[in-house]
């Protein structure tokens, strides 16, 4: 979601900390990997490159979004919060990450409420659409 406001190396390293993301809790499932190619087929214009491995530490990709604008700050969290809500199950490992995220990229309580909201807006309006094409 709106990862096209990321610039080229932003764009890079978001996928490097999605592919964290899914990778956190074992090995990723249909779901995630399903949500993935989907997040690098909106990055179209990095796609071709991007070689599915991390290509720095999840500590130096994170500093480095910590010195980028809040506006991007913002839609890597959004789109963190995506991955992890996709697969409805919790898992204590991405709570946690996504908690770091959080702080380190200084992202308020009531920004958090927000984003997530549009999250559970987004997948409430998949349900419902996907309700109403099969009746």
Do not use: C, H
């Not at 949500?35 to 071709?48: F, G, Q, R, S």
């Amino acid at each position: 979601m709106f990862l096209s406001l990321l610039n080229r190396k932003e764009m890079l390293k978001f996928l490097d900390l999605a592919i964290y993301m899914v990778d956190i809790d074992g090995e990723p499932n249909d779901v995630e990997k399903r949500l993935l190619n989907k997040m690098i087929a909106e990055l179209d214009t990095v796609k071709d490159e991007y070689s599915f491995r991390l290509t720095d530490t999840v500590e130096n990709t994170i500093k480095f979004f910590t010195e980028s604008n809040q506006v991007v700050k913002n839609v890597v969290y959004l789109n963190l919060v995506s991955i992890s809500m996709e697969d409805d199950l919790y898992n204590t490992s991405e709570l946690l990450f996504l908690e770091n995220i959080q702080k380190e990229f200084e992202i308020s309580a009531e920004k958090r409420r927000e984003l997530m909201s549009v999250v559970y807006a987004q997948r409430d309006l998949r349900e419902k659409t996907i309700r109403i094409l099969k009746n």
